[in-house]
């Protein structure tokens, strides 16, 4: 490179001003380089993607490798709209409220950009999945983060005080990283504020397919919510494709016209190819997706057992492939998490990275049991043989 690059290094704009690199990827790059288990970021192991969708996505590159309608493959929007109405019971028209997107990030990013805008709030529970922060601070919105970090309830004072200046709320159920399902009663008091602050909801209903309670339902299935709600949702986590990119965002037209155009201009569309194999993800029955939440409980139960048994102090989450723990010195998570990766050879998350304060304070961190059950139970005995807290 040459030497003529802009002396100043302060090329970012307030768009991207303090937008530190995710550190779940950093914790990723730490344990491959340390040759530690990395139950970190949430990636299924290999072989967990069933065979008809991969042979499905082969044989879709050979068939078609160019853009699709930038609102998505007409074919796979009418399986979504078919398959949707079925769990969720709304009706969604394929031509005109679902957008096929790349991933659930972008359905996030696209709504965010378009419906929050500089002077509008976006209310969220904390801790959060990370990507809501940058996101609300992309679009030059206010992030308001209501923390339940210690018994994951709901104070429904503090959220209607909030909701009073606020534009979107964000309400991801199953919940990362805390697994929490938000039951119908939350949702119902829910719809009341909502609909009394005239609030935008967006939700992030990516493991909707892994839950280990009866309890869950989609927020769209509660009263009117569904007449205010983005869906945030898609393939990655169901069908074990993280890498595919394949999300499905679902809106009343009024809100869906809006974020069709970020969609639009940003990505133009999704994989071509995956979106055909998403045609054949979704015709897999009903059974799949029973043996899926069957088989992550499985492995929730093994993981959760194992961290009671090694000192930790995990809480059992319903929904989701994450377990929250919390560990008894007074060490830094962070620090704490850079240990576990070179003592133990275990990587995890440092719960503070869930927070929209950088310098939060969190006795906890995040495993993941997205891996298979060999994987977890060779983590385990790691822990078992090397822990010195
Ligand atoms: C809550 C949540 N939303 C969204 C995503 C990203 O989804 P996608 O791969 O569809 O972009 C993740 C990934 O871990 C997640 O945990």
Wanted: hydrophobic residues 35%; aromatic residues 10%; negative net charge.
């Amino acid at each position: 490179m040459s030497d003529r690059r802009r002396p100043d290094d302060a090329v970012g704009t307030r768009r991207t001003a303090g937008v530190a690199e995710s550190v779940i990827r950093e914790m990723t790059r730490e344990a491959l380089s340390r040759d530690a288990i990395n139950l970190s970021q949430g990636i299924p192991d290999v072989g967990e993607t069933p065979t008809e969708i991969r042979t499905a996505a082969k044989e879709a590159i050979d068939a078609e490798s160019q853009y699709t309608i930038t609102w998505g493959l007409p074919d796979l929007r009418e399986a979504v709209a078919e398959r949707y109405a079925a769990w969720k019971g709304v009706e969604y028209d394929p031509e005109t409220e679902v957008t096929i997107t790349s991933g659930t990030s972008e359905a996030i990013m696209s709504t965010m950009l378009a419906l929050a805008g500089p002077g509008d709030e976006v209310i969220y529970f904390e801790p959060v999945y990370e990507s809501y922060i940058p996101a609300s601070q992309f679009a030059g919105a206010t992030a308001i983060p209501l923390d339940i970090t210690d018994d994951l309830e709901l104070d429904y004072d503090r959220l209607a005080a909030a909701a009073e200046d606020a534009r979107i709320l964000v309400l991801n159920t199953p919940m990362n990283p805390t697994g929490k399902v938000f039951t119908r009663e939350e949702l119902e008091r829910i719809e009341e504020i909502v609909f009394e602050h005239d609030l935008i909801l967006l939700t992030d209903e990516i493991y909707e397919h892994i839950v280990y309670t009866d309890e869950y339902l989609s927020p769209v299935e509660v009263g009117d919510l569904a007449d205010r709600t983005v869906v945030c949702t898609g393939m990655s986590k169901t069908f074990s494709v993280t890498g595919w990119r394949v999300g499905f965002c679902l809106a009343p037209e009024y809100l869906s016209k809006e974020l069709r155009k970020v969609h639009d201009y940003a990505t133009i569309c999704a994989p071509t190819p995956f979106q055909r194999a998403g045609v054949e993800a979704l015709s897999l029955p009903d059974s799949y997706y029973e043996e899926l939440s069957r088989s992550y409980e499985r492995r929730r139960d093994l993981l959760y057992d194992g961290l009671v048994e090694v000192g930790l102090d995990p809480v059992r989450p319903d929904g989701a492939y994450y377990i929250m723990a919390r560990y008894p010195t007074d060490e830094d998570d962070i620090e704490f998490c850079y240990r576990l990766i070179r003592e133990a050879g275990v990587a995890a998350v440092p719960g503070s990275s869930f927070y929209t304060d950088p310098d939060a304070d969190a006795d906890w961190i995040r495993f993941t049991f997205s891996r298979n059950e060999s994987t977890i139970r060779d983590a385990l005995d790691r822990l078992r043989e090397n822990r010195w807290w």
